[in-house]
């Protein structure tokens, strides 16, 4: 697993960068500036990305909002670490296409517990894609959702999502019709409890029925327990 993490503080990015290297599955990159930075990634895609806000050159929501601009990183999963812990913060960076947010200063031990609960992700999704689970195409109305090509199209247009809204919706597809609880969901995407991310999880369905349009509607909230969705427009 390829890792990059764009962070000017050089302090934190070597210590971070160290205890990365120590996991002996995971490759780790560090830059300093954003133009480095999108070098690398030209040449070539990591699998998940450790991104500051307050950066040199320009900042971190502007480096997100261009990763999702292109084609080849649209998806690429990204953790925000940034100073700016506010609950607004926090928000305008799950709102910008970011998968998580850690506010500084974090626990190393942390973050490399969701690096790898990523890691986990990752790897079910390439055993899903190789064909040891058959996926298949799911149809609401004009909303087409295609786990094979890890498309999603609402009436013909392409609706672009972060890689957990993503795994959000295929999760609720999955169970159409059925609850899913805060628990099974953050269980199945994130890989580790929720006591601590309600709001995460609430900002990213309120993201993901503004991209889905109409066809947001589809997807209730069950006050207290969680979420599902209609099988019917």
Known sequence: MLIYMLEDDQV??????Y???????LEAQGFERPSAFYAAV???????ILLDVMLPEEDGLTVLKNLRLRRETKLT????????????DKICGLDGGADDYIPKPFEIMELLSRVKAWERRLSLTAQEASGEEQPREYRIGG??????????????????????EYEILCYLLAHQDQVCTR??????????????????????????????GEYGNLIETIRGVGYKIRSSV
């Not at 934190?12 to 960068?17: A, S």
Request: hydrophobic share 35%.
């Open 143 to 164: 909303l087409t959702v295609s786990p094979v090509y890890h498309t999603v199209t609402a009436d013909g247009e392409e609706v672009r999502l972060t890689m957990k």
């Open 12 to 17: 934190i990015r070597d210590l971070v960068l």
């Open 19 to 25: 205890a990365l290297r120590q996991q002996t599955d």
């Open 183 to 212: 628990e099974q969901i953050f269980s199945r995407v994130w890989g580790y409890g929720s006591e601590r991310e309600n709001r995460t999880l609430d900002v990213h369905i309120r993201t993901l029925r503004v991209k889905l």
């Open 42 to 48: 030209r040449s070539r895609v990591p699998d998940l």
């Open 77 to 88: 999963p990204v953790i925000i670490l940034s100073a700016k812990g506010t609950g607004y």
